[in-house]
């Protein structure tokens, strides 16, 4: 079966581990050149890996996307000359620090905006020009259930992802007239792959009485980044993809 992102480039952040990681693994497998990115060399070392080793094409990044536009713009320009050009950007990157209203001072407030959109912001800043004059691309955002099905703890962050999905509609305005298709993910509570699966996790409580009736894994994520990189998908701009399990968009049934 052919590969349906073949001869074309990505750029996931935050892609060393779980959803991330997942994303770039899945897109490379699909025929991408895949750049990983992220702080850890370690684990970023670990994905290309397992790109390479599957008979796909990676190669690792490192970058702090701490909020500012240098940062940003760097990390654009380093992964150019890697690629030559980006077709597909993943802004997946982000943080979750669990405090409430109340326990959250303004460096953790700051950071939390700086990673979660900032960084994302000029990312996009920086590489949607040449995908326009390329031609098109891709642009691709992480949000969360969160953002719209609210939890009484990190309203820093489920705002900031309120926020991104709020971009994904504004640049799919912006930038899908030139070519560039602007979409976004929502995941549910997804369970990393080194979990402990001995023990039950934290999230599977809000997964009670959903259709699913379970957590999900990073690969159902990776699926959904896959449908919306490809041209399968050409037709779909400011999208938000609920990934979720049925969590926002179902009555959920106590149980």
Do not use: C
């Amino acid at each position: 079966m052919a590969q349906r992102l073949q001869g074309r480039t990505a750029l996931i952040t935050g892609s060393t581990s779980n959803i991330g990681r997942a994303i770039a693994v899945a897109l490379a497998a699909e025929g991408a050149h895949v750049v990983v990115s992220g702080r850890d060399e370690v684990r970023g070392a670990a994905v290309v890996d397992q790109i390479l080793n599957d008979g796909g094409q990676a190669h690792f990044v490192q970058a702090d996307l701490d909020g500012t536009a240098a940062a940003s713009h760097q990390l654009a320009a380093e992964v150019a000359a890697v690629l030559g050009r980006v077709d597909i950007l993943v802004n997946n990157a982000g943080i979750y620090p669990p405090s409430t209203t109340a326990t959250t001072d303004e460096r953790t407030f700051d950071r939390v905006y700086g990673v979660n959109v900032k960084a994302p912001f000029f990312l996009t800043q920086a590489l949607v020009p040449e995908m326009i004059s390329a031609g098109g691309g891709v642009v691709i955002n992480l949000g969360s259930w969160i953002a719209r099905l609210a939890v009484p703890v990190s309203s820093p962050y489920s705002s900031s992802k309120g926020a991104m999905e709020t971009l994904t509609r504004a640049w799919a305005a912006e930038f899908g007239p030139s070519g560039v298709r602007v979409n976004a993910i929502s995941p549910g509570v997804i369970v990393s792959p080194d979990w402990d699966s001995t023990t039950d996790h934290p999230g599977e409580v809000m997964m009670r009485g959903t259709p699913a009736g379970r957590s999900g894994h990073p690969g159902a994520i990776a699926a959904a980044a896959v449908y919306l990189a490809s041209d399968d998908a050409q037709f779909v701009h400011g999208t938000v993809l609920d990934v979720d399990g049925g969590r926002t968009g179902v009555a959920v049934i106590a149980v």
